[in-house]
């Protein structure tokens, strides 16, 4: 694929609840072996414009394209057959079930007459993990056991079943230790390495700063600025607060 078609392109999305104006006109692209952070105050538009990435919300006007071709991203089912995967902040996970079923959950490899081929699935688990540098004890481990940083590895991991080109991950880092959040990080880094073009949504700008090529910035769901990830985090916060 070329190099200068994003892998994902927003053009002048807008999304309407009512009234009420949660995006308006935004703009946003996203590269492969890129990490592009999206930052904004509470209220911004930063969950909905995730949501509308994975599917989770239809935009009300504007246009989506994956690969630079426009497609219509109507469920996350569609979303993740055109290789969108996303981590939400809740995760879903099942804390009963151990970090292969998790893995696999809503995506368990069966025989044609419906048993699950454990070991396939295992062994998978354990290449995932291991792309994404994870220290997990055991892949048959009940993520109860996990922490907080393990379990969102688990998760992330999750989105690299089926080969995803774009992942959009949602507050990751937040309520973890710094160890943990430090862990996460390194996850993140290695899905750029692969190739995949990464959104990061968070409120913490010392893990942007750590991680993003890019920043973009918005507010009253619209475009403010768009800056490298370098950017000292006074204009990123003068851009999030409107002072520029």
């Not at 009253?220 to 002072?243: C, D, M, Q, V, W």
Request: aromatic share 2%.
């Amino acid at each position: 694929m070329n190099e200068r078609i994003p892998l994902l392109a927003l053009r002048e999305v807008s999304r309407y609840f009512g009234a009420v104006e949660a995006l308006v006109d935004v703009d946003l692209e996203v590269h492969a072996h890129e990490v592009v952070a999206l930052v904004g105050d509470n209220g911004a538009g930063k969950s909905t414009l995730a949501k509308v990435i994975a599917g989770v919300l239809a935009p009300s006007t504007g246009q989506v394209e994956i690969g630079g071709e426009p497609v219509s991203v109507s469920s996350p089912s569609v979303a993740n057959h055109l290789g969108v995967a996303s981590v939400f902040q809740d995760l879903a996970v099942c804390e009963n079930l151990d970090v292969t079923a998790n893995v696999f959950l809503g995506q368990e490899l069966r025989s044609r007459g419906g048993m699950l081929h454990d070991g396939e699935m295992e062994t998978e688990t354990r290449r995932l993990l291991d792309h994404l540098t994870v220290r997990i004890p055991s892949v048959r481990t009940p993520l109860r056991h996990l922490s907080a940083g393990q379990r969102q590895a688990v998760a992330i991991a999750r989105t690299l079943i089926g080969s995803p080109r774009i992942v959009v991950l949602d507050e990751p880092t937040a309520a973890l230790s710094v160890a943990q959040t430090a862990e996460v990080l390194t996850h993140i880094e290695r899905l750029r390495e692969l190739g995949l073009g990464v959104i990061l949504i968070s409120h913490n700008l010392n893990d942007v700063r750590a991680v993003a090529d890019r920043v973009e910035v918005l507010r009253h769901g619209r475009n403010n600025g768009s800056f490298p990830g370098s950017e000292p985090h006074e204009t990123i916060l003068a851009a999030i607060t409107g002072a520029i």
